[in-house]
Antibody, heavy 116, light 110 residues
Framework: QVQLVQSGAEVKKPGASVKVSCKASGYTFTNNDINWVRQATGQGLEWMGWINPNSGNTGYAPKFQGRVTMTRNISIRTVYMELSGLRSDDTAVYYC?????????WGQGTLVTVSS | QSALTQPPSVSGSPGQSVTISCSGTSSDIGSYNRVSWYQQPPGTAPKLVIYDVTYRPSGVPDRFSGSKSGNTASLTISGLQAEDEADYYCSSYTITSTWVFGGGTELTVL
């Protein structure tokens, strides 16, 4: 079955960077964009951007432009989302999701905690 | 890009129907038939229930239906069941080639 499996929880200090991975299985990896969405505790969903695994092309939400970088490694069917200059309000669960009609399926989520 | 506007909460009794609205602008919902809806029970990842305004992914019950009029999209759940209790989010593609979500609606099954 189609599945996205993300890396484990991270704890980072303010100003640091975090890199979250998302490994795809069960479909042709290069056929569909991967999007990243985050959700702070008790809050709504916030779209961050997308990457095309075939071309490596990316598109980022204006809010994250300059702070986020999305990359991929085709050989291991994995995409990465790196967020730099972390602040306390970046504490959230980060999700990857395949673009297929809508976003389907979603990874299990990765909790990133930013704390001094 | 401002978030789409959803009511914070809706409720209904088992067997009833509920409709969740999602209000946008001519820069998002009004420009594209690229509206999706997601169901998120507490502590779980979101799940796609409607895409491209009206289409249901395989496995989603036909009790779930979507529609759009102008700058507003709607999700209707008929024959409410206890398992439908969750947060629901709408999403739309925008003219700046980005995606935007609504603030979410908490559905309570009484």
């Amino acid at each position: 079955q189609v599945q996205l499996v993300q890396s484990g929880a991270e704890v980072k200090k303010p100003g640091a960077s975090v890199k979250v991975s998302c490994k795809a299985s069960g479909y042709t990896f290069t056929n569909n964009d991967i999007n990243w969405v985050r959700q702070a505790t008790g809050q709504g969903l916030e779209w961050m951007g997308w990457i095309n695994p075939n071309s490596g092309n990316t598109g980022y939400a204006p809010k994250f432009q300059g702070r986020v970088t999305m990359t991929r490694n085709i050989s291991i069917r994995t995409v990465y989302m790196e967020l730099s200059g972390l602040r306390s309000d970046d504490t959230a669960v980060y999700y990857c999701a395949r673009a297929y009609g809508g976003l389907d399926p979603w990874g299990q989520g990765t909790l990133v905690t930013v704390s001094s | 890009q401002s978030a789409l506007t959803q009511p914070p909460s809706v409720s209904g009794s088992p067997g009833q129907s509920v409709t969740i609205s999602c209000s946008g602008t001519s820069s998002d919902i009004g420009s594209y038939n690229r509206v999706s809806w997601y169901q998120q029970p507490p502590g779980t990842a979101p799940k796609l229930v409607i895409y491209d305004v009206t289409y249901r992914p395989s496995g989603v019950p036909d009790r779930f239906s979507g529609s759009k009029s102008g700058n507003t999209a709607s999700l209707t759940i008929s024959g409410l069941q206890a398992e439908d209790e969750a947060d629901y989010y709408c999403s739309s593609y925008t003219i700046t080639s980005t995606w935007v979500f609504g603030g979410g609606t908490e559905l309570t099954v009484l």
